[in-house]
């Protein structure tokens, strides 16, 4: 067996692991709540720019990791191996129940929900779990497959935004409505508005999970996880660029 059937993501694969495991809804309903609580979007900006650093010294410290540990596991791995192994079960249990199981069980819930309308004779439940049966069954037996399907889907992804960005950044009526609202910033809620940003960030660490299926893992585990990190918070920059600035604020808020 060569090192692509035994390894058979690369860097491309493993980028847009961590692209599609970051890229979601909060992106789309997050900056409403931001621009509610900091009444400014400029302060929102700066917002998913410091989710953006954050998660990126995430990324760094676990691609540092990544080179010390080239394996699958993730936190599990890490744990166990710089601190106790009962410590890295406690965490490879909070991850598969917590981290995986529980957003994967909502998002299949929620495509049933979606299909629902025009699957009259199934329920959403019954949907959601075939589609996790079936995605099992593509990354379980056809790995290669599995990456060339995880790729194609994060390309579209993209490629949609883009067009969305294309379409709207033309008919931003300007960023006159900022400059009443800076004076009066408050650290509180601007630090607990972080908390929000993060859940949009989450999924950074994707790759190392599978860190044992990447070909030369010392060099694109890292990169990997940088490359994602970095393309999300531009994604996310620029989006919420043409969200705050589309309408005024208060409007934005409501």
């Known amino acids: 067996?060569?090192?692509?059937?035994?390894?058979?993501?690369?860097?491309?694969?493993?980028?847009?692991?961590?692209?599609?495991?970051?890229?979601?809804?909060?992106?789309?309903?997050?900056?409403?709540?931001?621009?509610?609580?900091?009444?400014?979007?400029?302060?929102?900006?700066?917002?998913?720019?410091?989710?953006?650093?954050?998660?990126?010294?995430?990324?760094?410290?676990?691609?540092?990791?990544?080179?010390?540990?080239?394996?699958?596991?993730?936190?599990?791995?890490?744990?166990?191996?710089?601190?106790?192994?009962?410590?890295?079960?406690?965490?490879?249990?909070?991850?598969?129940?917590?981290?995986?199981?529980?957003?994967?069980?909502?998002?299949?819930?929620?495509?049933?929900?979606?299909?629902?309308?025009?699957?009259?004779?199934?329920?959403?439940?019954?949907?959601?779990?075939?589609?996790?049966?079936g995605i099992a069954w593509l990354h379980g037996f056809l790995r290669q497959g599995g990456s060339w399907v995880q790729n194609l889907a994060v390309v579209i992804n993209l490629l949609l935004f883009m067009g969305f960005l294309l379409l709207a950044w033309p008919q931003l009526p300007g960023m006159t409505h900022d400059a009443p609202v800076i004076a009066g910033f408050e650290w509180g809620p601007f630090l607990t508005s972080l908390i929000w940003v993060s859940y949009s960030y989450s999924g950074w660490n994707a790759a190392v999970y599978i860190g044992g299926e990447v070909r030369n893992p010392e060099r694109n585990l890292p990169r990997a996880l940088f490359l994602g990190t970095g393309l999300v918070t531009l994604l996310y920059l620029a989006l919420n660029f043409v969200f705050v600035y589309s309408a005024e604020p208060v409007s934005l808020a409501e």
């Open 1 to 133: 067996m060569n090192q692509r059937d035994a390894r058979p993501f690369g860097l491309s694969s493993a980028t847009a692991l961590v692209v599609a495991s970051m890229v979601g809804t909060g992106v789309f309903t997050t900056s409403g709540l931001l621009l509610e609580v900091l009444k400014s979007p400029v302060r929102v900006l700066i917002a998913w720019l410091l989710g953006g650093l954050i998660a990126g010294c995430g990324a760094l410290s676990y691609g540092a990791l990544a080179r010390r540990f080239p394996e699958s596991g993730g936190e599990y791995l890490f744990i166990s191996r710089i601190l106790h192994p009962a410590a890295g079960c406690v965490a490879g249990w909070i991850s598969l129940l917590v981290g995986f199981s529980a957003p994967l069980a909502a998002s299949a819930y929620g495509f049933g929900e979606y299909l629902s309308p025009w699957l009259l004779s199934s329920s959403p439940q019954l949907t959601g779990s075939l589609l996790l049966f």
